[in-house]
């Protein structure tokens, strides 16, 4: 059965300083790789998706890496602002599960002004 | 823009009473999901369907809680009756039919239930 684990659980810097969260999975038979965002109280926004034959996704100052061998990806968020506060979520789809995630239980960041 | 529209957004009610939250997805995505999101936890799959028939009810505790989906279009969860464990947001997510495969998800606001 597929895990997938977000470490650390939370994480505070300042703001400006660059954001690294990790997300590993143990089961490499997979068909892409998402992270969301989610504010408090809300539903998720997709912010990057990466196909398992990718190696990494770019969108501004977002950038996400996957390995999928080692069963790991990284989401990079550079120059963190308030505005950026949230929990980050990744999810794993494994290929024949017809559209069904698998979540991690997220990294809840807070940027300090 | 097109969303996923859920209601209502919160919801408390005491225990062994009867619940019920609303989805309607966005227009033609024959794919909807309800997810259960447990605070500090990530969301996991409740029930899934494909127009109006259920694809995949493997984690829904079928003993409370049911799910239809009657015109293949809006759908409606229950729970009855609830039980303190059910606290919870109940997250409503829908996909297009070429994009069903690919886990491409538009997720609503969700539904924030607190059982008393």
């Known amino acids: 059965k597929q895990e997938v684990t977000q470490i650390p659980a939370a994480l505070s810097v300042p703001e400006g300083e660059n954001l690294v969260l990790n997300c590993s999975f143990t089961d490499s038979a997979i068909y892409n790789l998402q992270w969301f965002r989610q504010d408090p109280g809300k539903g998720l926004t997709s912010l990057l998706l990466i196909q398992s034959s990718q190696r990494e996704q770019t969108s501004g100052r977002l950038n996400a890496s996957l390995d999928k061998s080692s069963g790991r990806s990284t989401l990079y968020i550079a120059a963190s602002q308030p505005g950026d506060s949230a929990t980050y979520l990744c999810?794993?789809?494994?290929?024949?599960?017809?559209?069904?995630?698998?979540f991690g239980a997220g990294t809840q960041v807070v940027v300090t002004p | 823009e097109a969303e996923v529209a859920q209601s209502p957004r919160y919801k408390i009610t005491e225990k062994s009473q009867a619940v019920a939250f609303w989805c309607d997805p966005i227009?033609?995505?024959?794919?909807l999901y309800w997810y259960r999101q447990i605070l500090g936890q990530g969301p996991e799959l409740l029930v899934q369907f494909q127009d109006e028939s259920v694809v995949d009810d493997s984690q829904l505790p079928k003993d409370r809680f049911s799910a239809e989906r009657l015109k293949g279009v809006d759908s409606t969860l229950k729970i009855q009756p609830a039980e303190l464990g059910d606290s919870a947001m109940y997250l409503c997510?829908?996909?297009?039919?070429?994009?069903?495969?690919?886990?491409?998800?538009?997720f609503g606001e969700g539904s924030r239930l607190t059982v008393l």
């Open positions: 999810a794993v789809l494994q290929r024949a599960s017809w559209g069904k995630l698998q």
């Open positions: 997510a829908s996909s297009s039919p070429g994009t069903v495969n690919t886990g491409e998800l538009f």
């Open positions: 227009s033609g995505h024959a794919t």
